[in-house]
């Protein structure tokens, strides 16, 4: 089962604003997240008190996403360098 891929307004800016290879790296993954949420191939965390909401990392960037498993979607709602977005 393939879950859908959504992305808030603010990640898509960081996406647009950020270096080229940082959002192909993340459209990479988030492909590969849709086809399999709970492999263990990527460098995804879940958040410290909150079951739902995890973090994916890349270099020294990170995206925060939950996983609605009742509408199959994963929402990426966040994203910035790993000191400003904690």
Known sequence: MTY????SKQVR????????NIADQFYQKAK???QDPYGKNLDVR??????E???LRIGKYRFLY??????ILIY???ADSR???Y
């Open 66 to 71: 939950t996983m609605h498993k009742d509408q």
């Open 4 to 7: 859908e891929v959504k992305a």
């Open 13 to 20: 800016k960081f996406l647009l604003s950020c270096q080229k």
């Open 32 to 34: 590969i997240l849709a």
């Open 83 to 85: 000191g400003d977005i």
């Open 53 to 55: 909401n995890r973090r």
């Open 46 to 51: 879940i958040l410290q008190g909150q079951k």
């Open 76 to 78: 990426f709602y966040e």
